[in-house]
């Protein structure tokens, strides 16, 4: 629902610099919604409800099909209370507006989560809202800085003022709200620099953009790999991967000085990161042989399952607990299984309620489970 797209990676245009084959495989392996991608994008509708100054409750159905939940009611209240201390009621805000980034390249446009611009003195906020767990840097963001670099050309235009004499005025606060991530004690992180500051970083993103999308573009191994649909058929991460594992069981000697212990420790993590993000690829493209149809050996698919979520609004999950003698509050209101605790009538718990399916996962297969269901043996 928000992020950069067109040619920006999702994690940021940093794998322009390193993976000139991304935009390729991108392109050929296309890659589905998630339960995780779904759930974010709900994430991102509750916060933009809020702003605008609608009522959003645990148990409503997003635009997409999925329950609101309680987290994402937390989350949304800490993107209203953060854009209320950062910018003023009076200052226009925009939420999930389409922002072309012609600085980095064409064809290249990105839809910041919110962002705002304060002329005296000339103060640019830009906030971006993750759902997810995994720990998102706001210090020196690719994604971040490409969103700063479009908005940058459009204010100077509407200003009338150069970008290269503009940027050397703006002061620019770029955060990162993760409501489910606390890095130092966190959840909310920002970083302000110069706008001129960020020339460097705007350049490296140019030259990369080029790289990437010219004739034959070199493939590398990067972080990036974990986020790539197409690393499961990716040469220079299976070439990598095989490498590293073969790394991984030579023998050292028992202590290592300082120096070498530190640099067999940092090969060591890169060759994990590696191997990670193959184990991930390959993990995706075994699962899809599975829904295909196809017979795998060694693995074979579980459905995951959500949170059981109530279906209704919470004024009418308390009148039915008021009805049955049995009180829903705690405060707001129990979860389904917790109303079960309280007596109330399981049947009537599975009529009022839902449990979203999860993602399916992929679990090691063993002969010994078929043997124990049908009473065979090898």
């Known amino acids: 629902m928000s992020g950069a797209h067109s040619i920006l990676p999702p994690s940021g245009a ?12 991108n392109q050929a392996y296309p890659k589905p919604d998630t339960p995780e991608s779904m759930e974010g994008n709900a994430a991102h509708w509750v916060f933009a409800e809020m702003l605008a100054g609608r009522i959003v409750c645990e148990g409503l159905i997003a635009p997409n099909g999925v329950v609101v939940t309680e987290e994402m009611i937390e989350g949304g209240d800490l993107v209203v209370e953060t854009v209320r201390a950062r910018i003023p009621v009076s200052q226009w805000r925009h939420v999930e507006e389409p922002v072309t980034i012609g600085r980095v390249h064409p064809d290249c446009w990105g839809t910041p989560d919110i962002w705002a611009f304060t002329p005296f003195p000339p103060v640019l906020e830009v906030i971006d809202y993750k759902f997810g767990h995994r720990f998102v840097d ?46 130092k004690g966190s959840p909310v992180r920002t970083w302000s620099v110069m706008a001129s500051e960020l020339r460097g970083h705007i350049n490296a993103l140019t030259m990369a953009a080029d790289i990437a999308l010219a004739p ?51 090969m060591l993590e890169r060759s994990l990161e590696r191997l990670q993000s193959r184990v991930e690829g390959m993990r995706e493209a075994v699962g899809a042989y599975i829904r295909q149809g196809h017979s795998v050996p060694w693995h074979r698919a579980e459905q995951g399952y959500g949170r059981q979520q109530w279906t209704m609004p919470v004024d009418q999950v308390l009148a039915m607990g008021s009805l049955m003698g049995v009180d829903l509050s705690k405060p707001g209101v129990k979860t389904p299984k917790q109303a079960v605790k309280s007596g109330v009538d399981e049947a009537v718990i599975k009529a009022y309620s839902v449990t979203p399916l999860g993602s399916i996962k992929l679990v090691p297969d063993n002969p010994a489970d078929a043997r124990r269901v049908f009473g065979t043996s090898t």
């Not at 940093?14 to 495989?25: D, E, I, P, S, T």
């Not at 620019?172 to 991530?181: G, H």
């Not at 790999?225 to 050292?252: I, M, N, T, W």
């Open 138 to 183: 706001e210090f020196e963001n690719d994604q971040g800085i490409a969103y700063i670099a479009g908005l940058i050309e459009r204010l100077a235009d509407e200003i009338g003022e150069g970008p290269g004499l503009f940027d050397q005025r703006l002061k620019v606060n770029f955060t990162v709200i993760q409501p489910r991530c606390f890095y």
């Open 14 to 25: 940093a794998a322009w610099r390193r993976c000139g084959l991304w935009v390729a495989m």
């Open 216 to 266: 034959n573009p070199p493939a590398v191994t990067n972080s990036e790999c974990g986020d790539c649909p197409g690393r499961h058929a990716c040469p220079a991460l299976q070439k990598a991967a095989y490498y590293d594992a073969e790394f991984a069981v030579k023998s050292s000697p028992v202590e290592l000085p300082p120096a070498a212990a530190s640099l067999e420790l940092k």
